[in-house]
């Protein structure tokens, strides 16, 4: 799950792991 306000992006989901969370953060920061 992740939230998008603006150029924030929070992104929440523990159960993925740091390297989940980070791949998830590499391709939101893409659009952003």
Known sequence: MSVTTGRNVVVV???W???G???LVDWLTESA
């Open 17 to 19: 792991g740091d390297e």
């Open 21 to 23: 969370k980070g791949k």
């Open 13 to 15: 989901g523990t159960q």
